[in-house]
């Protein structure tokens, strides 16, 4: 089953307004959750890290005040696109890992977002 | 910048046949590495992984194939069927982040 769970599956919005994303980890403590961003035929690109409590660390080229990351409990992460734009459409998916990276660490199904 | 490349960004294959998807990486301080499975609309499905200090590393219908000599991973599919159609990603692991190559995309031939 599941491992790790995306909500909402897909979202369209109008152009403005925010949207926000949640990761969760069903059975497992995620102690490092990551977000990635995938355009249509492309490959995926990190956009931040979070640790559960601590700020998340961005990406070289990601607006951290666009892309809005809350990591507030070991089991869930929230990925706030704000003001969003046509250009921010795309499936967002996020990887949870707990301890060393190479034990345990699965991808949700990602998140469909389209801007109107 | 350091990065994971596909060598093919499309591969054709005709079912039941063998598939070998290739995949060249740059960072030499990378010691673990998987392939992923990504099928349209859905998240990254782990296939197999190896560790740096292996050659090869065997699963069902799948195996990979590490040469860290000239920093090249293959996956090779025995037996290809209409279900593994889908894009490859190779990724390299040198500390928590994870770095995609461009995926290739495989398309099973009836």
């Known amino acids: 089953g599941a491992v790790v769970s995306q909500h909402p599956s897909w979202v369209i919005c109008k152009s403005g307004t925010s949207v926000k994303i949640e990761c969760r980890s069903l059975?497992?403590?995620?102690?490092?959750m990551f977000w990635y961003r995938q355009f249509p035929k492309q490959s995926l690109m990190l956009m931040a890290t979070?640790?559960?409590?601590?700020?998340?660390?961005?990406e070289q080229g990601v607006e951290k005040d666009k892309f809005l990351i809350n990591h507030a409990s070991l089991t869930l992460s929230t990925l706030t696109v704000t003001s969003a734009h046509p250009e921010d459409s795309s499936f967002y998916i996020c990887?949870?890992?707990?301890?060393?990276?190479?034990?345990?660490?699965?991808f949700g199904p990602g998140t469909r977002l389209t801007v109107l | 910048g350091e990065s994971v490349g596909l060598h093919l960004p499309t591969l054709s294959v005709q079912e039941g046949d063998n598939s070998i998807i290739n995949c060249a990486y740059s960072?030499?301080?990378?010691?673990?590495f998987i392939w992923y499975k990504q099928e349209s609309g859905k998240g990254p499905q782990f296939i197999i992984d190896?560790?740096?200090?292996?050659d090869k590393r065997q699963g069902q219908r799948v195996t990979v194939l590490l040469n860290k000599t000239v920093k090249h991973l293959s996956l090779q599919i025995a037996a290809t069927q209409p279900g593994d159609s889908a894009v490859y990603f190779c990724?390299?692991?040198?500390?928590?982040?994870?770095?995609f190559g461009a995926g290739t995309t495989v398309t099973v031939r009836a």
């Open positions: 059975d497992f403590q995620a102690t490092t």
């Open positions: 990724a390299e692991i040198p500390d928590y982040k994870l770095s």
């Open positions: 979070s640790n559960e409590g601590s700020k998340a660390t961005y």
């Open positions: 190896i560790r740096s200090n292996m």
């Open positions: 990887r949870c890992t707990s301890g060393s990276s190479r034990d345990t660490q699965y």
């Open positions: 960072n030499s301080a990378s010691d673990y």
